[in-house]
């Protein structure tokens, strides 16, 4: 049975590692957001073609495009700003550029536009109120799953130890077994 | 004409369909011989209607014939011929017909390959299979009618739908995904079929093995082939949206992929009856939920055709089904108790249940993301958006758990396994997935879930190559020929276990592909004026002109982007936006330089009407994304081997010859030589 507690242990510590990832990949771009500011200068003058070949732009340039990807076109079936060709997403993806290079966090960003569209522009919802729902139940169902499987396991591999299964299926009798030894040796 | 023809041959299928159905489930419980022929008959006689309404309705197609609705709908004088063929499926009514004429198909297929067998399950498959034509050919017949007359006949209609013409690959991905969706149907039908009859024995399995594999195969042909489309022809820079109807295709293989997985335990030790049954009714009700998810419109979905009557009735029809389906349960639950039994936790048995655990789970969490937002609005009214970044965030952990029991499982004997043999097994291949971490590591992953999946993925890529290497050399020893004949031999002689390695190996690849291109991509979208360059990563793209082009069926604004990598010349692209008559927004094409290592992927997002002075580009750098397809050709590889014909000359077909390999090459059967790698 040691080796089932080391399959819960496993399955618990990769479902403390899963919100641990969460908060991680949240964590990222604020972090790196102190560096940017001090790249802001040069976004504002719209006729300093420098920006093109600096990695600094086109770090910043990245990171607007992640954090684009987190909001949903308002004119679109299902597309984020960053996917869309429509003007209006083109125009959003602007302003999360300029807020970002005024030193905005992707999560004031966020905020701002919530506040505009509303919550149904994060494609990811928050997680609070009855959201919480569709990032708990998932880990219920393979929680609970996890343990009856184990339940079930045990039970049945005690039934297995009192010689109840059958050693073979039922259809490969004696004289099956001597055809199959005999057809491998032939061949 | 036209119109009366096809409108006939749908009535006929329909009053054909209700004789299999009558025939069919009469036939099966009173086991009368003319009825059971009935049924049979009866099958070809719907497929021949069928086929007569779907050839009439690519001749109307085909000859503009505006008076029938579905060509005045969905044709146009200046579509190229070869996507006037294909709009069969680019609007509703038509994709309901292909439907319901494979469904036809599948049917009299079914009917012929069984015509001489007098087993049981037979007549109540013919039944039930009748049954879904009901749904499919009554739809046919009122509320999707594409054979309603359209008077006067106007000159010219509007054309496809701009999104479906744009690409040659419309013509494959479809219908691959329509002949899985309604391949699963005839695991459907038997499952049903043992229900009724009470055969509720493995029989069932083992009559449908290969079709639900070739249906299996054929939904991820066609889900790799729908994601090749969108990143190829979408041009939103990416291959996977998590979109519904990409949803609700993803789920029913979800599904029977457990389901191909979790039926073995029953064939070898007769457990998980109850458990098999409700998993492939499951995965047919995933279907046609797709089905309902895409045709309603009810989520917002660059699929979704339309709105109207079809919704509610998909919907009644799928909650007719489980009612049927949980009262047959009930009804036949004292047969289906089977006493379970294992000889030790950790063996194969128990790891195809952590598989199965896993995919419901899967399935349950992306079934619980896609229709969230109407949970939501029907519960408070608040809007809510349930997007890619949601499924990504919970698919990675799911994903590289299975991942780990690919490894795991079939390394794992049946019954039993001892520690040591244990260690032999997992030794190398738990070394190598190490190497593996730990090369991704050195080449500079810092990320966790990558490098999670790197070791994974090399301990997987051992164990295959090791149980190919232990079935090489028992074959070697049993035989006495050299490895390649033995490989051969392994292949032909038991190709469903080899193929399934095959289809493995094919996954293994599509998951570390999805990690590279999942983490290390990066992109960004600059304006960039006539000969300006601007950089990123090792590319340097300059913006050398635009041009335009007159086709017969669209407008074509093109851009020429000359590019350079590390300082090298490296050609041109070309993306493009394209106009259609009927579409207000332009339908980018998106131009990809694939190499094995990355693609470099540019959209035109926006140019200077005026002048053509300047253009904004979308660029992207995709890593890997190339071995995404190479991984689903591998897969389809593996699934043609594995639903080949046993080469085991009319013994019982799974048992005998496999088993007796298996044992062999995992050293059951008294091997001489310990494992030396």
Redesign the interface.
């Known amino acids: 049975m040691s080796r089932a507690l080391v399959w819960v242990l496993a399955l618990l510590v990769t479902l403390v590692a899963w919100p641990g990832a969460m908060t991680a990949q949240e964590a990222e771009p604020e972090a790196a957001t102190p560096a940017l500011q001090e790249v802001e200068a040069p976004a504002e003058q719209a006729d300093d073609r420098s920006a093109l070949t600096d990695p600094a732009e086109a770090e910043l340039d990245a990171l607007a495009a992640e954090v684009a990807s987190g909001l949903r076109c308002p004119v679109c079936r299902n597309q984020s700003i960053v996917e869309s060709n429509a003007d209006l997403s083109r125009e959003m993806h602007a302003v999360v550029r300029d807020r970002l290079a005024a030193g905005e966090t992707p999560a004031e960003i966020e905020a701002y536009f919530v506040s505009r569209y509303g919550e149904w522009i994060l494609l990811r919802p928050q997680a609070r109120g009855i959201n919480l729902l569709v990032y708990g139940l998932p880990l219920v169902v393979l929680v609970l799953g996890f343990f009856v499987a184990r339940n079930r396991l045990r039970k049945w591999a005690s039934a297995g130890d009192d010689g109840v299964a059958a050693d073979r299926p039922a259809d490969l009798g004696p004289e099956d077994e001597q055809w199959l030894r005999d057809a491998l040796r032939e061949s | 004409m036209l119109n009366l023809i096809g409108s006939t041959s749908i009535a006929a299928a329909l009053l054909g369909a209700l004789v299999v159905t009558v025939t069919g489930i009469v036939g099966g419980f009173t086991r009368k011989p003319g009825l059971i022929r009935a049924a049979r008959y009866g099958s070809y006689f719907v497929f021949a209607a069928m086929s007569t309404a779907f050839i009439s309705m690519e001749i109307a197609l085909l000859s503009h014939d505006f008076s029938v609705s579905y060509v005045a709908q969905v044709g146009s004088r200046e579509t190229p011929t070869y996507y006037t063929a294909i709009s069969l499926w680019s609007s509703l009514e038509g994709s309901i017909l292909f439907w319901g004429w494979i469904l036809s198909a599948y049917g009299a297929l079914v009917a012929f390959v069984n015509r001489k067998s007098d087993s049981r399950l037979i007549p109540f498959a013919h039944g039930v299979m009748g049954f879904v034509g009901l749904f499919f050919y009554g739809l046919l017949t009122g509320p999707a009618n594409p054979f309603g007359t359209v008077f006067p006949v106007p000159a010219n209609g509007p054309g496809p739908n701009p999104l479906l013409q744009n690409h040659p690959l419309m013509g494959l991905h479809p219908p691959m995904l329509y002949f899985g969706y309604v391949g699963l149907t005839v695991p459907f039908a038997f499952a049903i079929g043992a229900l009724l009859s009470g055969k509720v024995d493995d029989e069932w399995i083992r009559v449908t093995r290969r079709w639900t594999v070739a249906a299996w195969a054929f939904l991820s042909v066609g889900i790799v082939g729908g994601a090749w489309w969108s990143y190829e022809v979408l041009g ?3 291959y996977w ?1 998590w ?2 109807v990409e949803n609700a295709s993803f789920l029913p293989w979800l599904t029977a992929t457990a389901f191909l997985h979790s039926v073995m335990v029953q ?5 998980l009856k109850l458990w098999n049954l409700s998993l492939i009714i499951g995965t047919f009700l995933l279907t046609l939920f797709g089905t309902f998810l895409t045709r309603s419109g009810i989520l ?3 699929h ?1 055709f339309t709105e109207g009557v079809i919704g509610p009735l998909f919907l009644a029809f799928i909650a007719l089904l489980m009612l049927v389906s949980l009262v047959l349960i009930a009804w036949r639950s004292d047969r289906l108790h089977s ?8 063996s194969r048995e ?1 790891m195809f ?2 598989n199965n ?2 995919f ?2 899967f399935t ?2 992306v079934l ?2 896609t229709t ?1 937002p109407l ?2 609005e029907a ?2 009214g ?9 499924f990504n ?2 698919s ?3 994903g ?2 299975l991942l780990f029991l690919m490894g795991v499982g079939p390394a794992l004997p049946w ?1 039993r396994t001892t520690p040591e043999k244990m260690k032999r097994t997992f030794l190398v291949p738990a070394v190598v997935g190490l190497a593996a971490g730990l090369f991704g590591f050195v080449l500079g992953t810092r990320s ?2 990558p490098l999670v999946t790197f070791t994974f993925a090399g301990f997987v890529t051992a164990t295959i190559v090791e149980e190919f290497r232990k079935g090489i050399s028992a074959r070697r020893r ?2 006495g020929v050299s490895a390649p004949v033995a490989l051969g ?1 392994i292949l032909t002689r038991n190709n469903r276990r080899y193929g399934g390695y095959i289809v493995h190996a094919g996954i293994v690849v599509i998951i570390v592909a999805l990690a590279l291109s999942g983490t290390y991509r ?5 304006t ?2 006539r000969g ?5 990563g090792d590319y340097g793209i300059m913006f050398d002109e635009l041009w335009a082009e007159e086709q017969e069926q669209r407008f074509v604004v093109g851009s020429t982007f000359s590019i350079f990598h590390k300082g090298d010349d490296a050609g041109t692209m070309r993306p493009r ?1 394209n106009y259609y008559p009927n579409s207000q ?2 339908i ?1 094409t998106p131009a990809v330089r694939s190499t094995l290592k990355e693609d470099l992927y540019l ?1 035109l ?2 140019f200077d009407e005026a002048e053509g002075s300047h253009a ?1 580009v ?1 660029a992207i750098v995709n890593p890997a994304v190339p071995w995404l397809w190479i991984g689903g050709m591998i897969v389809a590889l593996g699934a043609i081997l594995a639903v080949m014909p046993q080469r085991s000359s009319g ?2 077909a799974v ?3 496999e ?3 298996e044992e ?1 090459s995992a050293g059951l059967v008294d091997e001489p030589a310990a494992v030396t790698v």
């Open positions: 939103w820079g990416g949206a979109d519904p064939e070898r030790r007769g457990m917002d979905s660059v979704a006493p379970g039994s294992l000889d030790a936790v950790v128990s249940i952590l655990l896993l419901v789970a349950f969490t619980l993301g969230f949970i939501v519960v408070n608040n809007r809510v958006s349930v997007g890619p970044p949601y965030m919970v990675i952990p799911i590289v758990l019954r966790f879930w049993i035989a031999q990066f992109e960004r979208e600059v960039l004026r300006e360059l601007m950089q990123l936006m927004q332009p980018a959209t997002m926006a904004t979308r013994r019982p048992s005998a010859a088993i007796a390999e062999e």
